[in-house]
Each structure stands twice: as structure tokens, then as C-alpha cells.
């Protein structure tokens, strides 16, 4: 089943989209994040999705404008391919190979919640950055509460995948990173979701005998095609990825686990790591950038001029005088 939220003539709706795209509306749900949290994980959504397809249809998705599957309290963003690994870490702070303690745990950052964008939404150029980059993940969502989880628990807590574009700015997180911490401002002005939410047993038929969900991942930049590759080249599947986020802490209802960006061109940056100048150049307004995940859908997004850079005084060199 397939669940998107959309705006249509000033009113937001959630609803399961039929094979056709049309829209089933659910009455009186506006928020996808709002029924997760209401029900027991992927049995209820599919209840309530179920029971929802008795009511009139609603518009075609073509006639809406699709906003983000769900608004998440957190997002938490993975970094599971190796091959990705490799090229942007020469891109982006010169090292090469891979860091061994990378191979140790499926490493993550939270990323802003606040800064999420639509399936077709413009994505202004950050403040202050000339070197944009796309990259293309999918996203695990969790349907339910859970703590300490083993990878066999986690998976009945994932209720569904979306796309996800995990838009940086190189320039700034190469600056940031040297302090040792961050990704921050490189990273925390747009995050695409979309188009919708996949249900976890609609992707099930993709899974390979170790786990992984083998589907086609494409990017494009102005409708040429910069990268492909394969989700089940992570190294972690998502439900060990969910039972590492569990640890020591919790996971709920509507967060955000995504994949880290795929490999052989789903970013940028890992293209400009391993060809040694930045070809394709960086991205610039008018450029369109088109992630399409098999099984799941396509997102695109257009790159518009973003706000100049409120200035900020540098650091103060103080006296350290003490009481």
C-alpha cells in the first residue's frame, strides 16, 4: 500500500494512492506522522488504509501538489555504502580509502526535521554555498516504539520506505568537518522525501537470502543519468540499522532512518573523488535533479536561488581570565 500527503485546493490530506494514481483520501487525517502514532505499526496502517478504500476518490496525484509522506520528529542519516565512502572522502577532505572504524558499526547523524521538502518542491541553494550536491538514499520509517532492539525485532517496527535526498552543500561541510564535528550547515537546509510511503510488505518480493532489499537505484541530472546502483550493496540492512539507532535509547513512531547515499554516481562529490575535478560541476539554479528508487517512485526537484548569508562575527580571541 501507498500513502502520500498532499495539498489540493488549501486543504492538506493524507491518502493511499490507488495503481492509477488516484487519491483515496482518509477523512479527517491530515497528518501521516499523527496515525502512525495512533496505531501499533504496518497491521494498523494497513487496517486504516484498508477501511479508507470504501470512500469516494478524491483527485489524481497529478492534480495535487505532493508534500513530504510525513513530517518526522528526528531524522537520522546513515552512511552504508563503501563504495560512497571511498570517493567522497578524497572529494570532500582529501583522505583516501576507507576510515576502519567505519567497517565497526553503521554509523549516523541526526539531520534537520525541520528542513524537509516535498517529492517536486524547489530546493533554494544554501546560504553562503557554490557547491551543491544531491544524494540518493532510501529511508526506512518506523511504525512503532521500541528500545534495545535485536535486527530480527527491528524489522516488525519499520512500517515503510520513502525516497530520500540528502542535499549538501560540499563547500560548507568540508569547512565545518575540520573542527570534528558536523556535518551541520553543510547539511541541514533540505532533505527531499518522497513520493510517498512504500509499505514494508509491498517491498518484500525485492529481498535478497542475506536481507537486503535489491532495488534499482537511478539519479539524473537534467534528465541525463549520472548514477545507478543497487540498495542491496549496503552493508547493513536497514533492521540492523534500526537496532543500532535503538540502543541505549528509543526509536518512535514516524522517525527517519535513512540509507546513506548509494554508490557508482549517487552523489557528486563521489564522482568528483575518483575522476579528480568536478565533472559533472556542482549543482546551480535551474538544474533539475531526478532520484528514481524502484518500487518506491521518483522525486524531483528543481535547484533555485537560495537567501544570502546572514553574517557572523568570527570567534573573539578572549582572555581567559578566570574568577
Known sequence: MRFATYEHRDRRQVAVVEANGTLCPLPGVTSLTGLLAEGGGLPELLDAGSVMLDVPAGPHVSDVRLLPPLQPPTVRDFVTFEEHVEGVRRSVDGS??????????????????????????????PP????????????????????????????????????????????????????????CKGKDTATTLGPYLVTADELEKYRDADGFLRLALTAEVNGQVVGKDLLSNMSWTFEEMVAYASRGTVVRPGDVLGSGTCGNGGCLAELWGVRGERDPAPLKPGDTVTLTVEGIGSVSNTVVSGADPVPVTAARRRSRERP
Request: overall charge negative; cysteine-free.
Open 96 to 125: 583516501a580509502g576507507v576510515p576502519e572504524q567505519w567497517y565497526a558499526a553503521p554509523t549516523f547523524y541526526f539531520t534537520n526535521p525541520y528542513a524537509v521538502y516535498g517529492p517536486h518542491d524547489d530546493i533554494p541553494v
Open 128 to 183: 553562503g554555498s557554490s557547491v551543491l550536491d544531491f544524494e540518493l538514499e532510501v529511508a526506512a520509517v518506523i511504525g512503532k516504539e521500541g528500545r534495545d532492539l535485536t535486527p530480527e525485532q527491528a524489522r516488525d517496527h519499520i512500517v515503510g520506505y520513502t525516497v530520500f535526498n540528502d542535499w549538501s552543500a560540499r563547500d560548507l561541510q568540508s569547512a565545518e568537518m575540520k573542527v570534528g564535528l558536523g556535518p
